[in-house]
Structures are given as C-alpha cells and as structure tokens.
C-alpha cells in the first residue's frame, strides 16, 4: 500500500534556495518531506509527499518561492506504487527478461517518464536512480519485461519527453548476457557492484 498519495520532486540550482524553499513549503500545508538535500552538480532536491491537495499546494508555493532556482520539477497527484516504492528506494530483480535504461539529464523529468511508461505497459521498474554523485546530476530508470512490452514502454516515455529540454537516452537490451543479469540484479552502481564470471573467464 502506497504511503503517499501524491508525490512532488522539485531540483533547485542553488542550494540555499532549495533550504529555504522547504522551509517555507513545510510551514504552508501538512506535507511529509520524504527526502532532502545537496546532490551532484551542486545542486538541491527535495522529494516530499502527502494528500493530493497538500502536495499541489506546496509545489504551487515552491514554484514561486524558488522560481529562479528550480530547474525541473514533477508532481505526480497519482503516483503508481511502483514509482512510489522505486523512489523510496526500493530495487527488483531484472529476471530473465528484456530490459531497458532511460538516461535523462534531470531528476524529475526521469520520474515523469518512468510513471507514463509503467502506467501505459506491463514493464517492471527494477531501478530508480537520482542524482547520485557520481551521475553529474543525470537520473537513470532501469526496466524488465517482455521485449514488445519494453519497447512499447520506452517509446511512450521518449515521445511523453520529446520537445522538453531533457536530455533523454535510452538503450534496450533483448537478450541480456547471463553475467550482466546478474551484474543488474545486484546494482547498477560501479562501487556496489559484485564481481562476476564472464563466459569462459573470471573477472578480475
């Protein structure tokens, strides 16, 4: 069961901005800020959720606090429990399916895209990815299913993100090495990242 009925993602550029700005959005309407805080590129994000009333308010007032700071956001008033759990930090297997990477240069615009392809198909989101430090403030959103499902799901999310200033890269894989199964079934993150036998040989 989803904790938060709705979900809003705002990234600011300038971190004092962002402090500030949920300061202010915290004391305007009964919201649970999820997470916050400096991540890469110098920049702040802040993830906070509640009713779909509260979350609409405060992302209204945020906009306007932080205007000259936010460089993307996403309100999601009815967020899939599968966007929900991913962005709670939540991790699935990839299993013996197809899968798919969604690249995009902001945090929110990867949220909004995972939601309509999860919403318009029967992928599943194996990972969701935001702004770590080493990511240069890219998001990243890993996908398994059906090949023609994949597919289908990946291109609702490049067409939901044509036109957008995003940057949005995507690469599917039909029939992934049993070694980068596993590899993807650990973590997508290089220091996390357990070593495994390629076909003939051992990592090293």
């Not at 935001?130 to 299913?145: D, P, R, T, V």
């Amino acid at each position: 069961m989803k904790k938060y009925p709705a979900i809003a993602v705002i990234e600011f550029s300038s971190i004092a901005d962002g402090i500030f700005t949920v300061d202010a959005i915290l004391k305007k309407a009964p919201i649970a800020m999820i997470k916050g805080g400096t991540v890469s590129g110098g920049r702040y994000l802040t993830i906070f959720g509640g009713t779909t009333g509260s979350v609409s308010e405060s992302l209204s007032e945020a906009l306007v606090i932080g205007a000259g700071s936010v460089l993307d956001h996403a309100f999601l008033p009815d967020v899939h429990e599968k966007i929900h759990d991913a962005m709670l930090g939540k991790r699935i297997d990839s299993g013996q399916n197809s899968v798919a990477i969604l690249e995009t240069d902001t945090i929110a615009a990867n949220i909004r895209a995972a939601e309509v392809a999860i919403k318009g198909t029967e992928v599943n989101l194996v990972e969701l990815r935001l702004a770590e430090y080493e990511m240069s403030g890219k998001a990243i959103s890993l996908y398994s299913g059906v090949l023609e499902e994949i597919q289908s799901a990946m291109n609702i999310a490049s067409d939901f993100l044509r036109g957008r200033q995003a940057f949005t890269h995507y690469r599917i894989i039909a029939h992934p090495h049993e070694a980068l199964a596993r590899q993807l079934d650990d973590t997508t993150r290089y220091n996390d990242a357990k070593l495994h036998e390629l076909e003939g040989e051992e990592a090293s």
